[in-house]
C-alpha cells in the first residue's frame, strides 16, 4: 500500500487544508516517514504539516540591482499594526520614492491569523502581496515551501547594518530568506507606585498576589503568544524544549515546575483569570484600565501606554530570572520583510526593504514607533534614548533572548506547547499528562519532516 503523503484520501487533505489553511505535504520521503506526517496532520491539525524542503538550491532571487529603476505599486501584507510601524514605513518610504507607491494591507489580528491568511494567498499563488512580514519563527516553513525569493544577496549587502541573532532568524539551509526589519524581546511593565520593580518571577507573582490592585496580566489566549509567555518562564527556570541536537527535551522538571506555578499563580490570584483570553492588545488594553500591577509585553506597548491616564506611573524592566538560581533569558521575537515568489514588482519590494533596513530608518523605528532597531547603532542614538529611556536594556534582552526552536514544522511545535500549557492553565488536564502529551506531540510533529 502507498502511504505517500500524495495518496493521502483527497477528502482528508482537503479537510486538513480547509480547517488549518494548510499546505499540502509533499514529502520526498518513504513510508513510515509519510505515515508519521499523516498522523501528525490528523493529530495536531496544525499548519504546514509535514511538509518537506521543494528544494531551496533552485530558488529564484531577488537582485539588489532591481531596486534601481523600480516604479508602480508595492503592497506589504501583515498581521494588526498595532504601533503603526508597517503603515507609517510605507508612507514614509513612498514620500521618498514618488515613482512607488506602498501600502500596508492587514491580513488578520495574531501571528497565528496573518499565518494563516499569508499560507492561503502563497498556496493559490496570489499576486495580491509583495512583501509578507514575517515573524522570525516562519522562516525554514516559508523557505521550505518556495513561497519566498533567495534573499542572500540583498542581505549580504546589508549585512554591516543588522545584530548578528536578527539576520539568524532568516536564515534556512544557508540561505537568507527576509531581511530584518525590527526585533522583539519581552518586557514587564510594572506601576512603581504599588509594585517592586521585578528581580525573579517568584517574588513578581508573589507581589501580584497581595492586594487587588497589583495583578499580573499577561498572554494566556490558546496561540503563539502563550508558547512565548510560557518559554520566557521555562528558560529563564533553565529548561529547553529541544537540545541542541534537536532532541526533544520538553518532558522535564523545569516544565513541571513552571506549569505548577502557572497554574497556581491563576488559582492564588497573582493572575486574573481572563488573561486566558488575553493576546497582547488584550493585554495592553486591561493594564491601561489602571487595575494591575504587572504587564509583560512587547516595547512597542511603552508608546502607547505614555498616551494614556498611566503616563508617568509606570516604569519597564526586562524580564527577570526565575527564582534568582539561574539566568533570567527571554524569547527572541521580531519581524522579518519577505520578497513573495508571486510578486510582480520584486524590485520595489527591494528598494522597500533597503529604506526600512537603513540606519536612519532604524532610528524611527524606536523614536516614532517604539519598536525594537535591528541596528546596534541605533540603541545608543541619544533621541533614541530620550523617547525609549530603557533602550540600553532592551538591547540587552535582545542580545540576551533566546530563539524558539528552528523548523519547517514549527506551528505544530508550537501548537503542541500552547494547547497543552493551556489545558494545564484552564484546569482541564493535570501537569503531569500534559507535559507527556507536549513531549509526543512534539516528537511527532518532528517526526513528519
Ligand atoms: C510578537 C513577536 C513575534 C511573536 C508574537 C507572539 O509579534 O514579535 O515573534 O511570535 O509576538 O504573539
Not at 510594572?190 to 509594585?195: A, E, F, L, Q, W
Not at 527556570?237 to 497556581?264: H, I, N, Q, Y
Request: proline share 5%; net charge negative.
Amino acid at each position: 500500500m502507498d502511504f505517500t503523503p500524495s495518496s493521502i484520501p483527497m477528502r482528508v487533505a482537503a479537510a486538513t487544508k480547509t480547517i488549518t489553511g494548510c499546505s499540502t505535504p509533499h514529502s520526498r520521503r518513504h513510508i513510515t516517514m509519510a505515515a508519521a506526517a499523516l498522523t501528525a496532520v490528523l493529530l495536531l491539525s496544525g499548519c504546514g504539516g509535514g511538509p518537506a524542503s521543494q528544494g531551496t538550491e533552485n530558488a529564484a532571487a531577488a537582485d539588489p540591482a532591481s531596486a534601481a529603476n523600480a516604479s508602480g505599486n508595492l503592497n506589504i501584507c501583515g498581521g494588526k499594526d498595532a504601533s503603526g510601524i508597517y503603515r507609517g514605513t510605507a508612507a514614509a518610504f513612498t514620500k521618498e520614492n514618488p515613482g512607488i507607491t506602498a501600502k500596508f494591507t492587514e491580513i488578520g489580528a495574531t501571528t497565528d491569523e496573518a499565518r494563516t491568511q499569508a499560507v492561503q494567498r502563497l498556496e493559490g499563488k496570489s499576486t495580491e502581496c509583495d512583501i509578507f512580514l514575517l515573524d522570525v519563527i516562519w522562516t525554514s516553513e516559508f523557505a521550505s515551501q518556495g513561497w519566498l525569493l533567495d534573499q542572500t544577496k540583498l542581505v549580504e549587502a546589508n549585512k554591516d547594518r543588522l545584530i548578528p541573532s536578527t539576520l539568524e532568524t532568516t536564515k534556512f539551509e544557508d540561505k537568507y530568506w527576509g531581511s530584518p526589519f525590527f526585533t522583539n524581546a519581552g518586557l514587564i511593565y510594572y506601576s512603581k507606585n504599588r509594585v517592586s520593580r521585578p528581580e525573579t518571577w517568584t517574588q513578581l507573582y508573589a507581589d501580584a498576589a497581595k492586594a487587588p490592585g497589583n495583578g499580573y496580566v499577561y498572554q494566556g489566549k490558546q496561540y503563539e503568544g502563550l508558547t512565548v509567555n510560557f518559554l520566557e518562564l521555562l528558560y529563564s527556570a533553565g529548561g529547553e524544549v529541544l537540545d541542541e541536537k534537536g532532541e526533544v527535551k520538553v518532558d522535564s522538571p523545569e516544565t513541571r515546575k513552571v506549569l505548577d506555578f502557572m497554574a497556581e499563580g491563576l488559582e492564588k490570584g497573582s493572575a486574573d483569570r481572563a488573561v486566558l483570553t488575553y493576546n497582547e492588545d488584550a493585554t495592553r488594553l486591561a493594564y491601561e484600565s489602571g487595575d494591575y500591577g504587572y504587564e509583560r509585553n512587547w516595547p512597542h506597548v511603552y508608546r502607547l501606554l505614555n498616551a494614556t491616564k498611566l503616563a508617568g506611573t509606570f516604569d519597564v524592566a526586562p524580564l527577570p530570572s526565575f527564582d534568582g538560581s539561574s539566568k533570567a533569558s527571554g524569547v527572541l521575537g521580531g519581524w522579518n520583510l519577505g520578497i513573495s515568489v508571486h510578486s510582480t514588482n520584486p524590485g520595489a519590494a527591494v528598494s522597500f526593504i533597503n529604506f526600512a533596513t537603513t540606519p536612519e530608518w532604524q532610528k524611527h523605528v524606536a523614536i516614532d514607533f517604539s519598536q525594537a532597531p535591528v541596528n546596534e547603532a541605533a540603541y545608543s542614538d541619544p533621541v533614541v534614548l530620550a523617547k525609549m529611556p530603557f533602550a540600553k536594556e532592551l538591547l540587552a534582552s535582545v542580545k540576551g533572548a533566546k530563539p524558539r526552536p528552528v523548523s519547517p514544522v514549527y506551528p505544530q511545535i508550537s501548537q503542541a506547547i500552547h494547547k497543552n500549557v493551556y489545558a494545564v492553565l484552564s484546569g482541564t488536564v493535570g501537569t503531569d499528562e500534559a507535559v507527556k502529551k507536549m513531549a509526543e506531540e512534539i516528537k511527532t510533529a518532528k517526526a513528519s519532516f
